[in-house]
């Protein structure tokens, strides 16, 4: 990667809505160039896709939990990972390494669907135990700071 090709993930970074033609005037380059450059980034895996960011408050989860998992000996954990899909606020899960088998970001309205979702995760999908903690604030400090490590 070369500064420009930096200055359009960061760009897109930004809004990944931005037009080719804006990109362009922004690196100097001509829009096709700017759309082969996007193209290779894609293609080597540097970009990996476009999406909306969505607002759990603003979707009426403002409760975010994060939750160490740790497994019932025995439980297939590929099984695990793909049984996750029919826990919808289950949002994001990391396999660890250290005491606990996942970390899980979990969205709810209250805790009475939290307690529902404990329930769930220990009756169908192999839990054992949970540490859960409460998300009261996340630090955005934007994904281009990778930009600058290479």
Same mark, same amino acid.
């Given at each position: 990667?070369?500064?420009?090709?930096?200055? $359009?993930?960061?760009? $897109?970074?930004?809004?990944?809505? !931005?037009?080719?033609?804006?990109?362009?005037? %922004?690196? =100097?380059?001509? *829009?096709?160039?700017?759309? @082969?450059?996007?193209?290779?980034?894609?293609?080597?895996?540097?970009?990996?896709? +476009? +999406? *909306? @960011?969505?607002?759990?408050?603003?979707?009426? =989860?403002?409760?975010?939990?994060?939750?160490?998992? =740790?497994?019932?000996?025995?439980? #297939?954990?590929?099984?695990?990972?793909?049984?996750?899909?029919?826990?919808?606020?289950?949002?994001? *899960?990391?396999? $660890?390494?250290?005491?606990? #088998?996942?970390?899980?970001?979990?969205?709810?309205? #209250? %805790?009475?669907?939290?307690? !529902?979702?404990? @329930?769930?995760?220990?009756? @169908?999908?192999?839990?054992?135990?949970?540490?859960?903690?409460?998300?009261?604030?996340?630090?955005?400090?934007? =994904?281009?700071?990778? $930009?600058?490590?290479?």
């Amino acid at each position: 990667m070369d500064a420009i090709d930096r200055q $359009l993930v960061t760009l $897109l970074l930004a809004d990944a809505r !931005t037009t080719y033609q804006d990109l362009g005037r %922004a690196v =100097r380059l001509s *829009a096709n160039t700017v759309a @082969d450059r996007v193209r290779r980034l894609r293609s080597i895996g540097v970009i990996r896709g +476009y +999406y *909306a @960011d969505l607002d759990p408050s603003a979707l009426g =989860r403002g409760l975010t939990l994060l939750s160490d998992i =740790r497994l019932r000996e025995g439980v #297939d954990r590929a099984e695990f990972e793909r049984g996750l899909v029919r826990v919808p606020q289950v949002l994001s *899960a990391m396999r $660890l390494t250290g005491e606990y #088998d996942y970390q899980l970001r979990v969205v709810c309205i #209250d %805790a009475a669907e939290f307690e !529902t979702v404990i @329930d769930l995760l220990k009756r @169908d999908h192999g839990v054992r135990e949970m540490r859960s903690r409460l998300l009261l604030h996340e630090v955005p400090l934007g =994904r281009e700071r990778l $930009l600058s490590l290479s």
